[in-house]
């Protein structure tokens, strides 16, 4: 089996499991391996998330959710989402969308690689980081 390879940016390390999860087995997936699901603080680290992606098309759950407070996005490091890259169109969820993933390529370029609230139920790739 290949060994984990972990990419650099900045001062976190991410990694992509070869899976679809929900967005708590994701998250449970990435303690498992040591990490978390992947928080996003930046452009910069939003891009470098983008790039490593291996399926164009899939929509990928990244470490927020605003499951504790509607409207309020909370990282699984219990910090408060303060970079925000959401469409016109998003987050349009409320309380039926409480998990934070970033659009596929599929979507139109207004949309594509940018944030987006969708059902934590729902089974997409995602992205872990550790330290
Ligand atoms: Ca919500
Ligand atoms: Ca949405």
């Known amino acids: 089996m290949r060994d984990k390879i972990w990419r650099k940016h900045e001062f976190s390390f991410y990694f992509e499991p070869n899976k679809?999860?929900?967005?708590?087995?994701?998250?449970?997936?990435?303690?498992?391996?040591?990490?978390?699901?992947?928080?996003?603080?930046?452009?910069?680290?939003?891009?470098?998330?983008?790039?490593?992606?291996?399926?164009?098309?899939?929509?990928?759950?990244?470490?927020?959710?605003?499951?504790?407070?509607?409207?309020?996005?909370?990282y699984v490091t219990g910090e408060i989402v303060a970079f925000f890259n959401f469409p016109d169109t998003e987050p349009n969820g409320e309380t039926q969308e409480n998990c934070m993933q970033i659009f596929g390529i599929h979507k139109d370029v207004t949309e594509r690689d940018k944030m987006?609230?969708?059902?934590?139920?729902?089974?997409?790739?995602?992205?872990?980081?550790?330290?």
Not at 43 to 53: E, K, T
Not at 116 to 131: A, L, S
Request: hydrophobic share 35%.
């Open 20 to 74: 679809n999860a929900s967005w708590q087995s994701a998250q449970a997936e990435c303690i498992t391996i040591g990490g978390r699901l992947a928080t996003i603080r930046n452009q910069q680290a939003l891009d470098f998330v983008n790039s490593m992606r291996t399926v164009p098309h899939a929509n990928y759950w990244i470490g927020a959710s605003d499951l504790e407070t509607e409207g309020i996005f909370k």
């Open 116 to 131: 987006n609230d969708n059902k934590c139920d729902e089974e997409h790739r995602f992205i872990c980081e550790r330290n």
